[in-house]
């Protein structure tokens, strides 16, 4: 029997994002792969109250790319849910940078949890402007061993693509070495690009845009181990 799940699409969709177009096909491939029938619906940010985020209704949360959102308070509420209720949840891009942001005020108890784009004058902004514009970029990636992005991809490394010019301020690294927000993939530089939150089902953030491969017709490694994830 084909498993039903839904997966929630927190973001404000707009088919000029090229990862707006990617994400539907690479759930469609996926599912396909793994013998599930998965609906996504979006979720736009400014239809989630953040004192109350209707969300409990789907098997997953995906944050999708695209920020700034236009309720960027009802984006970290829908990922907080996940993250406290153990729902399988992946952020990717702005995903990424936001469920970095949730965990940080969060589990770090963090005053200064500033967005340099929503934020400009930030001081010492936890997402900060990258070094090197990563916009319509891609690049090797490294994964941690043991991680859930090694098990995914099922290797260490992995080309993947960019649309993004923020990422974590590097002082904020060592803040992702004892958990429970860990790093468990790295660009050749070094800097963060994936991380994961110990003792959840699967909570996954990647600065990088792995939906894409859906585009050439290619199931997206991660997000099959989402849906996955999804289905136990």
Request: aromatic share 8%; charged share 20%.
């Amino acid at each position: 029997m084909i498993v039903a799940l839904t997966v929630g699409l927190i973001g404000d969709r707009n088919t000029d994002h090229v990862a707006h177009r990617a994400i539907p096909e690479a759930i469609a491939l996926a599912a396909a792969a793994l013998g599930l029938d998965v609906t996504p619906r979006w979720v736009g940010t400014e239809t989630i109250d953040p004192e109350r985020p209707d969300v409990a209704d789907f098997d997953g949360l995906w944050c999708v790319p695209g920020s700034p959102y236009r309720n960027t308070a009802g984006a970290l509420a829908a990922i907080g849910s996940a993250r406290r209720n153990g729902v399988p949840f992946l952020g990717t891009c702005g995903g990424f940078q936001h469920a970095v942001l949730e965990c940080a005020a969060s589990l770090w108890s963090l005053e200064n949890v500033a967005h340099a784009e929503l934020d400009p004058t930030a001081s010492d902004a936890l997402i900060a402007p990258l070094k090197c514009s990563l916009v319509e970029v891609s690049g090797v990636i490294h994964f941690a061993p043991g991680s859930r992005l090694a098990a995914a991809y099922g290797k260490l490394s992995a080309e993947e693509e960019y649309h993004c010019a923020y990422g974590l301020n590097p002082k904020y690294r060592p803040r992702l070495e004892d958990g429970p927000l860990r790093a468990t993939a790295w660009d050749a530089a070094g800097d963060v690009r994936g991380v994961e939150l110990d003792g959840h089902p699967f909570f996954v953030g990647t600065l990088f845009q792995g939906e894409r491969a859906a585009l050439r017709r290619e199931v997206p490694p991660l997000v099959a181990s989402f849906l996955a994830a999804m289905r136990s």
